[in-house]
């Protein structure tokens, strides 16, 4: 994703100068990480500095535990006001509305790109507009409503770019010439990957529907023999509508720091860009995210803080997004140890100096809950990944996650050699020549996951966390999506 769409990460198609903008004028971290790609496991492990199974959102169906603190909780505690406007999408039940905030407004769910429904302490209300403005509009109301003097924690959590894609009007004469050009790894054959992986339905050529396009298929790209074809044709439509909301993105993002010039409080204020995963922009063929390939594992991230951050710097150390609760309360002067008893990460603040940290983590450690889920059948499995290896465990089951199959397939290891084939086409799990380093990665996985707490797959009978409900209309609507989906290919 961040090659493709961002250009403070050398992106050959998009200008995004406001995001260039906390690049340039304050850091670039180059190793950032998910434990879990997808939507609502990743915010939950943002806000509370845990993993999935210790937060209890191992997939979109499932509600956070309640008993788990976030950071935001505890900067409120100390005098910090608070405010979140734009995606929550933890639950929407008296149990899961935002906790800790001063204020909020949230879209239910994903939320709708035009006039979208949003809920508030009062209730749910149609807003008129552009979410993404609409988002930015709130989220200025409530900072201009602060005294100068006063600490503040706002997060800006925008819809777009997600699924499926809808630009404001402004930006739709952007990318329009079918030209964006298709990453390297686009027509991948899959010829070494597992079983597990060669059945997941993220294909941009078999699996993207017409709800994603949004206008009628040509009849002369159906049928196998026109698969090449209709890949292409679909990746020009779902990267132009992808990078447009993107130019939103990068305005508001704009607005937003304008602001805090205006108001004089851009030196002493922690601005962070950053998402809650990566995305398969074209990659492998695929779209969305979830697998643990570098395209839906990495997530973005740029930060400025004049007062301690050196403008134009860059961090490659290995962070991963359990990292941030604890980083976000130490640039506050708290300590997650006390905030945070359940905080499984730690501060990076004094990679933000330029400074070396002994004894940091090597590796990420990463799993993914939804096994075989509805819509596009990725397997569960989890893994590691250092600075030049990355292994994958497919165990082959669900635990009992909603949403997810109870389907099982023989396990199946993948390891990539990162150094050498970077693009992550060739499994070398069976190769004789990596016996050894496969070895010493399945012994570095089995630490983190004691490190972490997590148990590794034995059987269906595995203990597991108590998986929260979402929502009881979900799975019905789910089925209304993939059908329509489906009969719109």
């Not at 935001?72 to 505690?77: C, D, I, R, S």
């Not at 993914?368 to 600075?387: F, K, L, N, Q, S």
């Not at 397939?409 to 016996?435: G, M």
Request: one cysteine or more.
């Amino acid at each position: 994703m961040l090659e493709h769409a961002i250009s403070a990460y050398g992106s050959r198609v998009n200008r995004t100068p406001n995001l260039d903008r906390i690049a340039a004028e304050g850091m670039r971290l180059d190793a950032v990480y998910c434990t879990n790609s997808i939507c609502s496991p990743s915010r939950a492990s943002i806000l509370t500095g845990t993993y999935s199974h210790v937060n209890g959102v191992s997939s979109i169906w499932t509600e956070m535990d309640y008993r788990v603190p976030t950071f935001v909780e505890a900067l409120q505690q100390d005098g910090y006001r608070t405010a979140l406007f734009g995606k929550w999408h933890l639950g929407e039940g008296p149990t899961a509305t935002p906790r800790g905030f001063d204020a909020w407004t949230v879209f239910p769910g994903q939320g709708d790109y035009i006039d979208p429904e949003m809920i508030d302490p009062q209730g749910r209300r149609v807003r008129e507009g552009y979410a993404t403005e609409i988002v930015t509009d709130m989220s200025l109301e409530w900072m201009d409503s602060l005294d100068d003097d006063e600490p503040f924690c706002l997060m800006v959590h925008h819809k777009a770019p997600h699924r499926p894609w809808v630009p404001d009007e402004k930006h739709k004469h952007l990318y329009a010439d079918g030209s964006i050009p298709e990453p390297d790894t686009f027509f991948d054959d899959y010829a070494t990957r597992s079983r597990a992986v060669r059945g997941v339905r993220m294909s941009i050529a078999d699996d993207m529907g017409g709800e994603d396009l949004k206008v009628p298929m040509p009849d002369g790209l159906r049928g196998p023999e026109n698969r090449a074809a209709r890949m292409r044709w679909k990746y020009q439509i779902y990267m132009r509508d992808y990078l447009q909301c993107i130019q939103s993105i990068d305005d508001n993002v704009g607005r937003i720091l304008d602001r805090l010039d205006e108001r004089g409080l851009t030196e002493d204020t922690l601005v962070v860009y950053t998402s809650d995963q990566g995305f398969f922009l074209g990659d492998h063929g695929w779209f969305d995210k979830r697998l643990m390939f570098d395209q839906s594992l990495q997530m973005p991230m740029l930060m400025r803080w004049p007062a301690e951050i050196a403008a134009g710097s860059r961090y490659e150390a290995i962070i991963t997004n359990v990292d941030f609760a604890a980083t976000f309360l130490d640039v506050c002067g708290l300590d997650a140890a006390d905030a945070l008893p359940s905080n499984q990460g730690r501060s990076f603040r004094p990679f933000l100096r330029g400074e070396h940290v002994d004894g940091w983590a090597d590796a990420v450690y990463y799993r993914y809950w939804e096994h075989d889920d509805p819509i596009h059948a990725a397997p569960a499995h989890y893994g590691i990944r250092t600075a030049d290896y990355k292994l994958i465990y497919y165990y082959g089951a669900g635990l009992g996650v909603p949403g997810a199959s109870e389907a099982r397939f023989d396990p199946e290891w993948e390891l990539y050699d990162l150094s050498a084939h970077p693009a992550e086409v060739h499994n070398v799990a069976d190769d004789p020549d990596y016996a050894e380093i496969k070895a010493e990665l399945e012994a570095k996985l089995a630490e983190y996951q004691r490190r972490y707490r997590d148990e590794p797959y034995r059987g269906p009978d595995t203990p597991h966390p108590d998986w929260g409900p979402y929502d009881a209309g979900v799975f019905e609507r789910l089925a209304l999506f993939v059908d329509s989906t489906r009969a719109a290919k």
